[in-house]
């Protein structure tokens, strides 16, 4: 009976005992884009690793915790860098390092972004059914030639930050209607699928801080029957808002759309200062939260982004271009890449001498 009795007791308090915390799940995508980086080594750029040592930026991003790389890809730039033969180029340097590849379609000669997503000059006048045609052949292709190579994309986005639609105005979102825009997805996905089976189809937006508007986007093409297999989100804290309304809108798509999610950018500054003609993006000492833009400071936001991620479950996160340094001639216009500077650098974990932000890293 005694023992009973004891047994009664220790059944209650492990009934009554509040639960453990659950442990989340790591990161597996710690991913960074460096997209302009091949211009960069060209002009002479240098890099070196927290001990002050020179190395290779891939290795450098390695040690720091990234697995993952992402690279842009434009139909015909002006500029002949992030076209297809360039990114082939980089993609064995990345598998070569270790890092499992992420291709960002554009489906533009030029940057494809919330404001923009111009037609490439190729497939100008094409109606929905050569567009549909065109996305499908231009995925296959590049995938293809990745893959015959030996660099097949782990990850693949359709369209980058497509808000309301890419190849504007046929797949734009007019009077909510989703249904071209949906043609267009699909045939992405299909020709990814078709490429290789394995390499996951991301559809991704800028609207980590507007959950209504990430509802409206996801439910439309949801309703056309498009598919995909991972939910991208762009997150700069300077114009999206909290890290608590970033947690509140990772955890929703992640359930509401059975998918997972990831943050597929995001940054923050670790000066104020310039080492360019072309002002920065960024000029506030403290852009979100109080934290400074320093050093120490762009390593904090940058952790705790990934500290909100990793509680709403997601799969991982994406600094962008961290890369990029004011490097003369590297500049940001595809069509004057010479003279049109870089508003970015003070965004970059590595600083004007090419050292690598000591504080930085990817965490699981």
């Given amino acids: 009976m005694k023992r009973l009795a004891m047994v009664v007791v220790a059944v209650l308090a492990a009934t009554l005992s509040p639960a453990p915390a659950q442990a989340h799940a790591d990161l597996v995508m ?3 884009d460096v997209s302009t980086l091949p211009r960069a080594l060209e002009l002479g750029a240098k890099f070196y690793d927290f001990r002050g040592k020179r190395a290779n930026p891939y290795d450098i991003l390695r040690q720091a915790g990234a697995n993952y790389l992402r690279l842009r890809i434009w139909n015909d730039p002006t500029s002949g860098y992030s076209n297809k033969e360039k990114v082939l180029q980089q ?15 554009h489906y533009s000669d030029t940057w494809a972004d919330p404001g923009k997503q111009f037609i490439p000059e190729a497939w100008a006048g094409h109606d929905l059914a050569q567009l549909r045609q065109d996305v499908y052949d231009y995925t296959y292709d590049v995938c293809r030639s990745l893959k015959r190579q030996g660099t097949t994309p782990d990850s693949v986005q359709i369209g980058n930050e497509i808000n309301v639609g890419m190849l504007w105005p046929t797949g734009r979102v007019d009077n909510n209607d989703f249904g071209p825009l949906s043609t267009l997805l699909k045939a992405g996905y299909d020709a990814t699928k078709a490429c290789n089976r394995s390499t996951k189809v991301m559809i991704h937006t800028a609207l980590a801080g507007n959950i209504d508007a ?5 439910d439309g093409i949801t309703a056309q029957g498009v598919k995909w297999d991972i939910t991208a989100l762009s997150y700069y804290c300077m114009w999206h808002g909290s890290l608590d309304n970033l947690r509140t809108v990772l955890t929703d798509v992640k359930a509401r759309y059975s998918k997972p999610v990831v943050i597929a950018e995001t940054a923050y500054p670790w000066t104020t200062e ?15 939260d109080g934290i400074p833009a320093t050093p120490q400071g762009q390593a904090q936001q940058f952790t705790q982004v990934q500290e909100v991620a990793r509680e709403a479950g997601a799969l991982g996160v994406f600094y962008w271009e961290p890369t990029w340094t004011a490097i003369d001639g590297n500049g940001w216009d595809t069509e004057d890449i010479e003279n049109s500077g870089n508003a970015w650098e003070n965004m970059a974990t590595f600083d004007d001498s090419g050292r690598v932000n000591p504080y930085i890293r990817w965490h699981r």
């Fill in 274 to 288: 310039n080492f360019d003609h072309l002002e920065n993006i960024i000029l506030s000492p403290a852009p979100c």
């Fill in 91 to 105: 993609a064995r340097a990345i598998k070569k390092a270790g890092h499992r590849l992420l291709i960002d379609f």
């Fill in 30 to 32: 710690r991913g960074a």
């Fill in 214 to 218: 990430a509802h409206w986007f996801y």
